[in-house]
């Protein structure tokens, strides 16, 4: 349910409002908007007393949404969420009139890889990087990451090239160390329905990175997105990555039709992510191209100076003059669609 | 088998290797390349006699191709193929450095449809004009379109507007009226496999517009152009139109990493139809954009002026005025690309 | 649309409403069961006059029917079809009480192996026999069958082991062919949707086999049935032979629950096939004493003397032993089901 | 990597080569067969000094495993695995010669609700019980499970009934709570690549049922299971629930040709859940038949008193009455197959 206030509502009348839906025994979410405040209501709403809710000072409207999303649907927010990523040399946004770009490799292997990719990341005008220190693996027997060290690593490469810092955590104990050392909390692929940690990410101070499940469809994915603002974190960034289909000649098949139809649903921004979702270096560049010119918000691209010795997905990951390239190529076509790359 | 022949090789070389092998029972396919020609041979290469080619005036070398395309693959002609439709405003050209548009209804409906339709996509700047004569439908209930009488009236869209005409074949009767009719002959998903019918494309004199089955691998896909490439056509364009995997909020799902996969394997252009992928009109418009980024040599686009009375599709036919939209925004990516529209 | 007639109601009094029904403009298509008379109409039905129906003598209501197929439906046949295929040997039942076998090889190649394998199978106590002779093939340069001289075999296989013929059609011409030697006409998977070819097997006199397209809905498959009975022939047996899904160890995904899924809307028999399902031979016995166990009329089941010398398919294809040791267990698992083998 | 000991070596030799293996770096997994011995080597064994270990006493040969997965491995345990439910009336097995069945509620919801059913299952003569008490759900609004009190209710229901207690952990706490009040620890679906889960399962004393993620290969699947073993607790349990493909008609399609697939590759033993695959309760009965009939060693069935009524999947439950014709239908089934319910 959503109860939509007067454009020129008080903070105190929100306030009110939310007080006596807590009393009522449900969740209050404030959401505010550029012209007016909706306050959605989460738990079990069948018996909510709608009448005395709408005959409070300031509201415009209750309106019981259909829909299983509440807080990630554009009923609850008109206009587009615009995520700010606080990395040292200035605020990175993602959402609204920007295309941000996210570069670095598959995982931090040390800290002479991390600051040489890190230099070439910075160097091509990107401005936030990623890098994974705890690595969900198919075997037991593969490296699964640096682990703490690994943060460690990332938390220099923040320093020394002003980048903001995106990483995976994996279970909650990661996820504590992730919000303390990085800008923004990824939440995996194969974890994007692990509840657990959903709900640990959305009492998260940080923003979160939501990558879509391998076979999510879109209301799953949305659903994933809910259980993160459900708990009070709003910062929610989705992430297309591919999804597993027949077709054999890329790893998983990007679902590039998700962009514009999550725009429809939802006011929070999507990125793509060229590089899991084919699995090819030589595929980036194209769907990178492809992934702007369909609207995404931003692509989360890997890149290693030495993909060839890389400890994990090495085949994928870009060359830093072929980010350069990408880079350039990407900020010429989000002109065509009146947005900067930033 | 693949013949590979000296740059200097005379005509009459080329002509007596062919004699050679049609000698020795197999068909010879010379493809002639901007710096060489190479001549294709099929049929059961088990048994042929390398020997007695490779010691021929002119050729270089005899190469045994494992892949299962042959005269499809780039290592039987480097370059890219670039198919020429004639039509009556003069050549558009389908590969190289053009980008083709293809807009039209879904199917043909009445001659005052076509022609007011026809008018919007002339006025669009779009050259070529698709609509179909012969629908397959899943319902034997369903419009299945005006057969010749459709065709008539297509013939008539092409005089007055100097459009080429883009037109399915469902058997080989409609066939035979369709290369009457039509510049470019359309086989449909349902029939990526209807071998019969590929054979009969292969034996036409007009180009063929091949689209991928709902559930083609990459090489099932290469190779249904293979049957008609390997009875003598060589003109022929490939077209992604979507797949069917579990996500369910489009129609289909635009696999759009085929184009730079069946760039680096064939020398065929290939175009994308983003109307049959999504069923929904609102996102043809982002995905023609990210086609083109991605680096199809053209779309095939449905478009309407009465969407809502259209008696097949409307749901996912574009407006006349989204239709010079996309023309225009396609027109910059294409530059990005260092490519024009034509 | 369908016209139920009343339990007694005469010949005549059907012939009455059939003749108005064509009168009307549209096809009626009488459908006899054990108990009563339906009659679907089929065409554009929106405009049919029900009232000057619901009046003839014998009526007992008009029931517009909103599923896309009708005379496959159990609303138009209440009871079980049983399709009778006249094997020289005595009529082979599919549908009903009992459960069916057809064993064969992939395809016909000579006399001596389609002899030797007819043998085996009759020893076996299978009494239909099902092998290529007309083959579709992914390569215009794989084994494309033998055509007419194949057909020729296989009639003399049906004389001398008394063995019904089930053999497939890929093409108008073909099918006339296949009519004329053989008892049953195989429609492929590729051909599921060929709706030339499923109209003139609707015009056909002999039973149709019909096989699940490779990404077809049951609503899909439901509704190429349907093309074949709009034209005419009831005589439809539908067989399940796997989708196609990402999941990578057999070479299809057999969906048997489209069993049960089948019998719950359509009163056709339905095979399966376990041979194209797994694409390998030790898997063709389990998934056989499943399919009889979820309910499956018969099974399609590749069988070869020397599978490693198979022109095609070998791989899938199980051994005569195999055979029998398939049938016994089968025999076992219908007796659960309180039905029998035959 | 794999040492294989001598049939008649002492389990000194075995506990030699193990502290070697040990003292190496690596972790060392003795795996007891009825004939042999194995030892599991697990690590970076790149740099295993093959030679010092081959030339110990009671070592036949030391063999590079080149398959992802080791320990799951029928090349590591050749003979089938049975695992032992010690449910109050007495152990329960699974794998071998038995087929085992597993029914219950999809959650428990109150005491009244879970003993009802559970008399039922007992009196159907199904020993284990199956029941969430924490239920990972699509929505945050949407009951998510009693926690402990469910997990207090169905210790009740164990020592009431003698039943055998399977319950699924979401996360470590809840793991925590589940080892200790249950007999098998469920792993579901959307956490078979929850690694972080899997290591901790793999470090509980009781046994794990696994299910197959929604989109998992079969590799990927051991895999996961892999994770468990390597961390020492080799009593897992598989289980097919049922993969997302295009198919529509069921809530997930059941790929049954696992079962053989499994039992080639590993030892372990692979239930079946109908009930999850079909979301169906009328397609429950006869997927069931077909599971047994496969080869599967179980199932798992979901069972409602007043399936109306459940506060989630009622729609998939069956009723007691069709869990006593099941569980008839099965047995017969098993005897085809020499096998017997227990």
Same mark, same amino acid.
């Given at each position: 349910? *959503?109860?939509?206030?007067?454009?020129?509502?008080?903070?105190?009348?929100?306030?009110? #409002?939310?007080?006596?839906?807590?009393?009522?025994? @449900? !969740?209050?979410?404030?959401?505010p908007?550029s &012209?007016?405040?909706?306050?959605?209501?989460?738990?079990?709403?069948?018996?909510?007393?709608?009448?005395?809710?709408?005959?409070?000072?300031?509201?415009?409207?209750?309106?019981?949404? /259909?829909?299983?999303?509440?807080? #990630?649907?554009?009923?609850?927010?008109?206009e587009d969420s615009v995520i700010t990523i606080p990395a040292p040399s200035g605020d990175v946004l993602i959402g609204g009139e920007t295309v941000a770009l996210c570069a670095g490799?598959?995982?931090?292997?040390?800290?002479?890889?991390?600051?040489?990719?890190a230099?070439?990341v910075a160097?091509?005008g990107v401005r936030l990087f990623r890098?994974?220190?705890? !690595?969900?693996? %198919?075997?037991?027997?593969?490296?699964?990451?640096?682990?703490?060290?690994? *943060? !460690?690593?990332l938390a220099?490469v923040r320093e020394r090239f002003g980048l903001g810092i995106v990483t995976?955590?994996?279970?909650?104990?990661?996820? $504590? *160390?992730?919000e303390?050392y990085a800008d923004v909390i990824q939440?995996? &692929?194969?974890?994007?329905?692990? @509840? /657990?940690?959903? !709900?640990?990410?959305?009492?998260a101070s940080k923003p979160v990175l939501?990558?879509?499940?391998? /076979?999510?469809?879109?209301?799953?994915?949305?659903?994933?997105?809910?259980?993160?603002?459900?708990?009070?974190n709003y910062k929610v960034i +989705?992430?297309?990555?591919?999804?597993?289909?027949?077709?054999? @000649?890329?790893?998983? %098949?990007? $679902?590039?039709?998700?962009?514009?139809?999550?725009?429809?649903?939802?006011h929070l921004p999507?990125l793509?992510?060229?590089?899991?979702?084919?699995?090819?270096?030589?595929?980036? +560049?194209?769907?990178?191209?492809?992934?702007?010119?369909?609207?995404?918000d931003g692509l989360l691209?890997?890149?290693?100076?030495?993909? $060839?010795?890389? +400890?994990?997905?090495?085949?994928?990951?870009?060359?830093? $003059?072929? +980010?350069?390239?990408?880079a350039?190529? #990407?900020r010429?076509?989000a002109?065509? *669609?009146?947005r900067r790359v930033n």
């Amino acid at each position: 349910m *959503l109860i939509v206030m007067q454009a020129n509502a008080t903070e105190e009348q929100v306030r009110a #409002v939310c007080a006596r839906i807590e009393a009522l025994g @449900f !969740k209050a979410h404030p959401i505010p908007g550029s &012209t007016r405040t909706a306050i959605g209501i989460t738990g079990n709403t069948g018996s909510v007393d709608i009448g005395s809710l709408e005959s409070m000072p300031g509201v415009v409207e209750c309106i019981p949404v /259909s829909k299983p999303y509440k807080l #990630v649907s554009r009923d609850a927010k008109e206009e587009d969420s615009v995520i700010t990523i606080p990395a040292p040399s200035g605020d990175v946004l993602i959402g609204g009139e920007t295309v941000a770009l996210c570069a670095g490799p598959c995982a931090i292997e040390t800290p002479e890889q991390a600051m040489a990719i890190a230099e070439q990341v910075a160097r091509a005008g990107v401005r936030l990087f990623r890098g994974g220190a705890y !690595k969900p693996r %198919t075997s037991p027997y593969s490296f699964q990451g640096l682990g703490e060290p690994g *943060l !460690k690593i990332l938390a220099q490469v923040r320093e020394r090239f002003g980048l903001g810092i995106v990483t995976e955590a994996v279970d909650n104990e990661s996820l $504590d *160390l992730v919000e303390q050392y990085a800008d923004v909390i990824q939440i995996g &692929t194969r974890n994007m329905q692990n @509840f /657990s940690l959903l !709900k640990r990410a959305g009492r998260a101070s940080k923003p979160v990175l939501l990558k879509r499940g391998m /076979s999510a469809t879109l209301d799953e994915f949305l659903m994933a997105a809910e259980y993160i603002l459900a708990e009070g974190n709003y910062k929610v960034i +989705l992430c297309e990555r591919g999804v597993r289909t027949f077709s054999d @000649f890329t790893r998983n %098949t990007l $679902d590039l039709a998700i962009i514009p139809a999550v725009k429809r649903r939802s006011h929070l921004p999507i990125l793509v992510d060229p590089s899991h979702a084919t699995g090819r270096r030589h595929k980036v +560049l194209p769907l990178s191209r492809a992934a702007v010119a369909v609207g995404a918000d931003g692509l989360l691209v890997e890149v290693h100076h030495e993909p $060839d010795k890389a +400890l994990s997905d090495g085949m994928q990951s870009i060359l830093p $003059d072929e +980010l350069r390239q990408l880079a350039e190529e #990407v900020r010429q076509i989000a002109e065509v *669609l009146h947005r900067r790359v930033n």
